[in-house]
């Protein structure tokens, strides 16, 4: 499949944004994750039609049976009961794929529109991810509308691949799409593995700014705290200097300090 190019994408970039974490081994490459989901986007569209043109054979038999006005009613009703429940797993299932596409084309804007931001600042996901959650907690909006619907659509795609999954067990394998079902099957799988990738760097990078913070929040207070204590010594140190000199004027009969006193109403 032919890669998707970003104008100005250098091969050091490219290499950078493998993200490799320690410990959790969490490996994200924004422009893998891109191509599965358009990769199975394709898919899922074209298994969407095969259900589609299946569902149409149904109709039309269901219709058939219907047309034999000779059969009775209780016998053409246990004829097509097997249709009539296949016709609503094949509508179930033919609705939560072309839900799954919608959410696909979403996801692959997202993905799309991150990877040139990323390329025109020079960042690797997770320092993206971070400047993006902490620029939208410094307006405001906590984790961020952008980052929300993203979570959002991720977690869609999670719950749409189970009900595919459920679904696809009721579909017969005369109906000729097994092959379909597995191949979408795959690239599902595989984009559920790339998602869950990026929720967990999400996750990493709130938690990183969170920590960061906290952090310059306690550091923060803690220098306030010592300015705060130093301008209390510097305010008592300027009293005893200004005491030690009004006395040391009142004691020589002259001075600043004195003089002040004097006119303000003190003694000379």
């Known amino acids: 499949m032919k890669r998707i190019i970003i104008a100005g994408m250098g091969l050091w970039l490219l290499m950078e944004w493998g993200v490799t974490q320690a410990f959790g081994m969490l490996v994200y490459d924004p422009i893998n994750h891109i191509e599965t989901a358009v990769t199975a986007a394709n898919a899922v569209r074209q298994t969407a039609q095969q259900l589609m043109a299946y569902l149409l054979q149904l109709q039309q038999l269901a219709l058939q049976i219907q047309n034999l006005r000779s059969l009775p009613q209780n016998v053409m009703a246990q004829v097509l009961t097997p249709y009539s429940q296949q016709m609503v797993v094949a509508q179930t299932l033919y609705a939560t794929l072309s839900q799954t596409a919608q959410q696909l084309q979403v996801l692959k804007a997202g993905l799309v529109g991150q990877a040139q931001q990323m390329v025109l600042l020079q960042q690797t996901p997770q ?98 705290q010592v300015v705060q204590q130093r301008l209390q010594t510097d305010a008592q140190k300027i009293q005893q200097w200004q005491g030690r000199l009004t006395q040391n004027e009142l004691s020589s009969g002259w001075g600043v300090m004195s003089a002040a006193g004097s006119m303000g109403g003190g003694q000379p």
């Open 127 to 224: 320092n993206f991810l971070q400047n993006e959650i902490q620029f939208n907690q410094t307006q405001g909006h906590g984790l961020g509308a952008a980052l929300q619907q993203e979570l959002g659509t991720l977690q869609g795609l999670g719950s749409s691949y189970g009900q595919i999954q459920s679904l696809q067990t009721q579909i017969p394998a005369a109906a000729g799409m097994q092959q379909s079902l597995q191949t979408v099957n795959q690239h599902l799988n595989l984009l559920a593995g790339q998602n869950n990738q990026l929720m967990g760097l999400i996750a990493t990078a709130q938690a990183n700014v969170a920590a960061r913070q906290q952090y310059e929040a306690q550091n923060n207070g803690a220098a306030a």
